[in-house]
């Protein structure tokens, strides 16, 4: 989305950020991931309700003009884009009334991630042919937006893009971190994974464990777009 910036570093430059922010605590995890979300919101809607006034019904005529298949396939892909719920899980123990506020709060997130992702997706198909878009790659949601959007308009939007892979990269450290500390509590992993921040209360060891994996993968990988891949198959 910036091309002038280097890729691995930032993606690398972002882990070390969201590192330090798990470290210091799940309410400054919460306060930071809370801004993130609200700016990519904002994003989405702009994107959404600008975009509705801007749709070529025609671009949509037929609506699967490789048929189901395609379909089926990038739906497998997208699966991942749900993955943040599960964070919700992982931290159960460090939320208040768990019992009501954990399945509350993923029906409420299902309903919110599905009527704006359908949004997203309705006007995107709306406002640009479909081959296009598989010929620009993966920047084609950006010229889709120039078609509507002045530019500063765009460069919220892509703004909207990196905080929606940030957020997602927030609450995989969370998850993962959490996760490794319970392997250690049932002995599945060494003891010393069990260790916690006697200030913050943090499990710092897998904290800096899923980190360390995370610079490896995005050395490994090249870029952030075969990263990605490679986690969502794995």
């Known amino acids: 989305y910036f091309p002038q910036l280097p890729v691995m570093g930032v993606a690398i430059a972002i882990i070390l950020v969201f590192t330090v922010i798990n470290w210091l605590g799940v309410k400054t995890f919460e306060k930071v991931q809370v801004v993130m979300l609200i700016l990519f919101l904002l994003a989405i809607l702009l994107f959404g309700i600008v975009g509705l006034f801007n749709i070529q019904p025609e671009y949509q005529t037929p609506l699967f003009p490789k048929g189901l298949g395609g379909f089926f396939t990038v739906a497998a892909v997208a699966a991942f884009s749900w993955a943040g719920v599960i964070a919700i899980v992982e931290v159960a123990g460090e939320i208040r009334n768990p019992k009501r506020n954990v399945p509350l709060t993923i029906i409420i997130s ?122 969502s198959v794995v």
């Open 110 to 231: 299902m309903i919110i991630i599905a009527t704006l992702y359908f949004l997203q997706v309705y006007v995107f198909t709306g406002v640009q042919l479909w081959n296009e878009s598989a010929e620009i790659g993966s920047t084609a949601v950006l010229k889709a937006a120039e078609k509507f959007l002045p530019s500063w308009g765009v460069g919220f939007i892509a703004l909207g893009a990196l905080l929606a892979m940030a957020t997602t990269v927030n609450s995989m450290i969370l998850m993962g971190a959490r996760e490794m500390w319970v392997w250690g509590q049932d002995e599945v992993v060494p003891a010393f994974f069990q260790k916690i921040s006697p200030r913050f209360h943090t499990p710092v060891v897998t904290i800096c464990v899923i980190s360390g994996l995370s610079i490896i993968g995005v050395l490994f990988a090249a870029n952030i777009e075969k990263y990605a891949d490679r986690k």
